[in-house]
C-alpha cells in the first residue's frame, strides 16, 4: 500500500512525529463444510497495509488475523415481511462491526503506542484504510443499493458507461438516509426515498461513523475473483464460444508447450468438470494466445 497516494495524503494530516497504520478489513461468509447441516461462518479478519503480500499470504505468519465472527442466524418472524427481516439483518451487521471496531475508531483519533522490532517506542495512527469484501458485502457494507456502484453515483443502466461517475462520499450518503427520515413517517416510505437517490435505507447507525480520514466508498478494494476472474473472463468464453467452435479452441490450447509458471490443459478448458477462481485465472494467462490467428483482429483488440 505503500506505493499508493492515499498514504502519503493522510500522512499528512497526523504529527510529524508519529506514524500511520492503514489498517485492512475482510470480511467473508463461508460455507463450513457440506456435511455439517448447512452450518456457516461470518469472519471477520484484520490485517496491516505495510506488511507485504508475500507474508500476509501464509498463514504461519500470523499477519492476518481472525478478530470476530457476525451472526448467521436468521430474523425468524411470522409477522415480519421479507423486506423487514432483511432489514434487520443489516442493521445487525452493522451493530455488531461498530462493537468489534470501536477500540480501532479510537485508536485512530487518540494514537497509540506501539514497540518496533529494535525495542523502540512510536506513536501510530491506526486508520481504516481498505474493506475486502464481494459485491453483495460492498453494498451491505456502504449501504448502496444493490445493482449500482458502491463507489459512484452511476444508476445501475449507466455502469458500462467508460467515464467514472460522481464519487460516493460519506456525508453524503449520511445525508440522504438522515433527510430521508425526517421527511417519512413510515419505514418503507424511508427506504423507497433512499432507493431513488441509490442508498438503502435499511441501516440508520453505521459502523463506519466516525473513523478518522476514512471514505468507506474510497475503502473498497475491487473484487477479483469474482468480479474479474468469475465476472469478465467468463463472459469472455462465452464470446470466444460464439466465435470459434470449442473443440477448435481446445485444440489449440492442447497445443501449446508447457511453460514455466503457466498451467497446462491437457485435455484443454471444456473438459474440466469443476472450474473455480483458480481455474479461471490460469485459463486467462493463455486464452489471449490462442485467440491469434482465429479471429478478427479489431476483436483481439478488444480483448
Given at each position: 500500500m505503500w506505493t499508493g497516494k492515499w498514504w502519503h495524503a493522510i500522512q499528512t494530516r497526523v504529527p510529524k512525529e508519529a506514524a500511520l497504520s492503514p489498517v485492512i478489513i475482510a470480511t467473508d461468509k463461508t460455507q463450513l463444510t457440506q456435511f455439517s447441516d448447512s452450518k456457516s461462518a461470518y469472519s471477520v479478519y484484520l490485517t496491516f497495509g505495510n506488511i507485504p503480500h508475500v507474508i500476509q499470504w501464509r498463514p504461519s505468519q500470523h499477519a492476518c488475523i481472525l478478530i470476530g465472527y457476525l451472526s448467521v442466524s436468521k430474523i425468524i418472524g411470522m409477522q415480519l415481511t421479507s423486506r423487514k427481516k432483511s432489514s434487520r439483518v443489516q442493521r445487525l451487521f452493522h451493530e455488531l462491526m461498530r462493537i468489534i471496531l470501536n477500540p480501532s475508531k479510537r485508536a485512530g483519533r487518540d494514537r497509540i503506542e506501539v514497540v518496533g522490532g529494535d525495542g523502540a517506542v512510536r506513536r501510530v495512527y491506526p486508520m481504516l484504510a481498505c474493506y475486502v469484501a464481494n459485491y453483495p458485502e460492498q453494498c451491505l457494507v456502504t449501504c448502496s443499493k444493490y445493482g449500482t456502484c458502491p463507489k459512484c453515483k452511476r444508476p445501475p443502466e449507466e455502469l458500462s458507461a467508460s467515464t467514472a461517475g460522481e464519487p460516493r462520499t460519506n456525508q453524503w450518503t449520511e445525508s440522504v438516509i438522515n433527510k430521508a427520515k425526517e421527511d417519512t413517517h413510515l419505514f418503507r416510505q424511508c427506504q423507497e426515498r433512499c432507493k431513488e437517490q441509490l442508498v438503502s435505507g435499511s441501516v440508520y447507525k453505521l459502523f463506519w461513523t466516525g473513523f478518522p480520514h476514512c471514505n468507506i466508498h474510497i475503502a473498497i478494494t475491487p473484487d477479483v475473483l469474482h468480479?474479474?476472474?468469475?465476472?469478465?473472463?467468463?463472459?469472455?468464453?462465452?464470446?470466444?464460444?460464439?466465435?470459434?467452435?470449442?473443440?477448435?479452441?481446445?485444440?489449440h490450447i492442447r497445443a501449446l508447450p508447457p511453460c514455466f509458471g503457466v498451467r497446462y490443459f491437457k485435455n484443454g478448458f471444456f473438459?474440466?468438470?469443476?472450474?473455480?477462481?483458480?481455474?479461471?485465472?490460469d485459463m486467462a494467462k493463455i486464452l489471449f494466445g490462442c485467440l491469434i490467428g482465429k479471429l478478427p483482429c479489431h476483436a483481439i483488440i478488444t480483448y
Open positions: 468480479q474479474l476472474y468469475q465476472g469478465v473472463f467468463k463472459h469472455m468464453m462465452h464470446w470466444c464460444q460464439k466465435l470459434l467452435d470449442p473443440k477448435e479452441l481446445d485444440a473438459a474440466l468438470d469443476q472450474i473455480g477462481g483458480k481455474e479461471r485465472k
